[in-house]
Structure formats: structure tokens, C-alpha cells
């Protein structure tokens, strides 16, 4: 008899984009560059990283379990009570808590096939019956999400815009979905990438919309360059965030995690610095991958998908890369083989990806 349940011994291990003391250890003697998991390139906020010193002599205490200082500071930027607010260890964590407070008995799942894997590991880890439906010109396939829902489905998860792909669902869409689910199914809306919609008129910000079945997530993990910190926060109902704070482990997040998301939030320059850098150096990706004819997903995110035409192409794309210090992400994991996605990155960093791109390339392509 084994301890382990059957839906758990079935789990494949996370493998999350390869980090430069991994890549250190493999390849001696050469400095990397990361653009394998979406992350900002110009580091933490100054303010964040003051506030995180000067609160490191207080690391002996245990945080305040309600999160007060960082929750009321998001409600009023958002303009809401500080009821509506729950911060935990990345969105991830705030994702976890939502699944251990509201499924039971015979609940179901609902998302889409090849979208955000952290929310496909913790369905799977959950053991509660999913249906993953087939993405369309590689993004959300809304339609037919509503069509797969039943008496039994309890939380429908929605990356917008969505990691991998980085395409996004437009209002249009959103508004003839939520038309056709029942208001007793929960929406994750998952806005990691938000702060990168600035220029689309038709995106959804479902902070414009009030449904009480959906719980918006947002991360200081991306624009706001605290990905190390482990620090999300999300959006709902009274209802459903008091309900969250029952259960959510009292914590979380870390002193230093919260320090350093007051900091970001004082720091409207370097997330407006971050976004513009972001949207220059995307064209300007653009541009490089189009001149040397490789086809790419449209991105409302930081990052850009290419296709390749198969998966060993796709394959030594990656590895050639890896052997130059260039660090990507192969999205095999992710169910698409023929597909790598690029951080965006610096204008240096962009600059050596160019470089390390033409290097490899014709060996790849034939
Ligand atoms: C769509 C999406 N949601 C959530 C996350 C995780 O965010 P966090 O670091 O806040 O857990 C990511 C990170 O890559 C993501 O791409």
C-alpha cells in the first residue's frame, strides 16, 4: 500500500525556467542572461529595496497576519475596502488558498490546454477533475470554455493576457462569456501581466467590471520586479476574501515581501520606466524576429513566443542558446514542442539574444 495518492505519484515535478546558478554549475567561466521567466530586467524598485533594509533589523518578529499596511495601501489605489483586498506569497500562493477554501465533494475545474502551468500543477495536485480545453490560434478558446460548463464545475481559471502564448481575450469576449456562465461558478482572472496592457483599448481590466463570482489576481512578480520577494495580491468579493483569510496561512507573505511591495507601490517611475522599455524593446524584437523571417505570437505581455516548425528544431534552438549563455524557455512543458518563449529583456540583453540568434540559427534551421 502506498502512502502517496495516486493522483499526487502521477504529478510531473514543476520545471521551472533554468536559473543562472543552475546554468552556472553546468557551464563554468560563462556570464548568462536570463529570459527564460518573464521577469523585469531592471531589478527591484530603489524604494523597494530601502524599505527592505531598513526593516531587516524587525526580521526577528512574525509579520502582521492581516497584511494591514500592504492590503489598505492597495485598496486605496484601487479605490476599494480594505475587505476586498487578500496579499499571499506570489499569486501563486494567493491561486493555492483559493483551491483548499472553495473546492469540495464533486466540484470540477475548467481551463484551458497549454496556458499557465503553475495552475495546472495545483489542479492536478488537487485532485479534483479538470477539463482543460483546447486553445484557438493559441489563445483562450472562451466559447467553448462556457460550453464545457456544468453542474459540477466550480472554478474556471482565465490567464489574461496568457503565459505562454501572451495572447489575450478582448472585452468583446469577455463580456459574451460571462453572459453564459452561471454566477455560481468562480472565476480566477489571473492579470499577471496587466501592468503590460497600458496600450490596448479592447483589453478587459476586470477591475472596470464588478461580478461578485471573481477573484482578480495581480503580482508584483513582473513590472514591478519583485519575483524573489514572493508577493501577489487579488481582488473579490467581502464574501469570498474573508472567507480566503481563513484559511490562507496567517504568514504570508514574508516582512521583507510586504516592505518591498509598499516601496514598489510608491514608485510610479520605475513601473512607467518598466512598461515603456518593455513596449520599446517588443517592437524592436518584433522587427529583428520578422527580418529574419521567424513566426512569432503577438504579445500583450513581456515575453514573445516563437514557432518553430518542430520540436527538434525547437530543441537545439534552445540548447545552441544555452551553450551560448543565453537562458530561454522551451515550452515542451507547457504541451507546445515547436515553441520557445523569449523574456523581454534590457536593450543590451535584446542586443546579445540578437547576436546569439544569428550564431545559432542556420545551424538549426536547414
Ligand atoms: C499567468 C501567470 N500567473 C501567475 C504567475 C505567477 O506569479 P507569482 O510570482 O505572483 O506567483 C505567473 C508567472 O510566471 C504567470 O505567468
Not at 499557465?116 to 488537487?126: E, H, K, P
Not at 462556457?146 to 466550480?154: L, M, P, V
Not at 492579470?191 to 461578485?212: G, I, Q
Not at 464574501?239 to 516582512?255: A, G, Q, T
Amino acid at each position: 500500500m502506498s502512502l502517496v495518492p495516486k493522483h499526487i505519484k502521477a504529478l510531473k515535478p514543476y520545471v521551472a525556467g533554468k536559473s543562472k546558478s543552475e546554468f552556472n554549475r553546468k557551464f563554468k567561466g560563462i556570464s548568462p542572461i536570463k529570459l527564460a521567466s518573464n521577469e523585469n530586467p531592471l531589478g527591484p524598485s530603489p524604494k523597494s529595496i530601502q524599505r527592505v533594509k531598513s526593516s531587516l533589523d524587525s526580521c526577528n518578529r512574525y509579520p502582521d497576519s492581516s497584511g494591514f499596511e500592504l492590503r489598505k495601501k492597495l485598496a486605496d489605489k484601487y479605490n476599494l475596502n480594505i475587505n476586498n483586498v487578500i496579499i499571499g506569497a506570489g499569486s501563486e500562493g494567493i491561486m493555492s488558498n483559493i483551491m483548499r477554501t472553495f473546492l469540495h465533494g464533486s466540484d470540477q475545474i475548467i481551463s484551458s490546454m497549454n496556458s499557465f502551468i503553475g495552475f495546472r500543477v495545483l489542479a492536478d495536485a488537487s485532485g479534483y477533475e479538470t477539463t482543460w480545453v483546447p486553445m484557438k490560434n493559441y489563445s483562450y478558446d472562451l466559447d467553448a470554455i462556457a460550453d464545457q460548463t456544468n453542474k459540477k464545475t466550480k472554478i474556471i481559471y482565465l490567464a489574461n493576457p496568457d503565459n505562454p502564448t501572451g495572447t489575450y481575450f478582448t472585452k468583446k469576449e469577455f463580456d459574451s462569456f460571462m453572459k453564459k456562465v452561471p454566477n455560481r461558478v468562480l472565476i480566477i482572472l489571473d492579470e499577471a501581466y496587466y501592468e503590460y496592457t497600458e496600450d490596448l483599448n479592447d483589453y478587459p481590466d476586470s477591475m472596470l467590471y464588478r461580478y461578485d463570482n471573481i477573484i482578480t489576481l495581480r503580482t508584483f512578480s513582473k513590472a514591478y520586479g519583485l519575483a524573489g520577494f514572493r508577493v501577489g495580491y487579488g481582488f473579490a468579493h467581502d464574501d469570498l476574501i474573508s472567507n480566503l483569510m481563513k484559511v490562507k496561512l496567517p504568514f504570508e507573505p514574508s516582512i521583507l515581501a510586504q516592505e518591498a511591495a509598499l516601496g514598489a507601490l510608491d514608485d510610479d517611475k520605475f513601473l512607467v520606466n518598466s512598461i515603456q522599455l518593455n513596449l520599446d524593446q517588443k517592437y524592436a524584437m518584433y522587427d529583428f524576429f520578422n527580418s529574419n523571417e521567424v513566426n512569432i505570437i503577438k504579445s500583450a505581455t513581456n515575453f514573445i513566443t516563437l514557432l518553430f516548425t518542430d520540436e527538434n528544431t525547437n530543441d537545439s534552438f534552445c540548447n545552441s542558446l544555452l551553450e551560448h549563455g543565453i537562458i530561454v524557455r522551451n515550452l515542451k512543458a507547457f504541451g507546445l514542442p515547436n515553441c520557445t518563449r523569449v523574456t523581454i529583456g534590457t536593450e543590451d540583453e535584446n542586443e546579445i539574444f540578437k547576436q546569439g540568434f544569428l550564431k545559432v540559427i542556420e545551424r538549426v534551421v536547414v
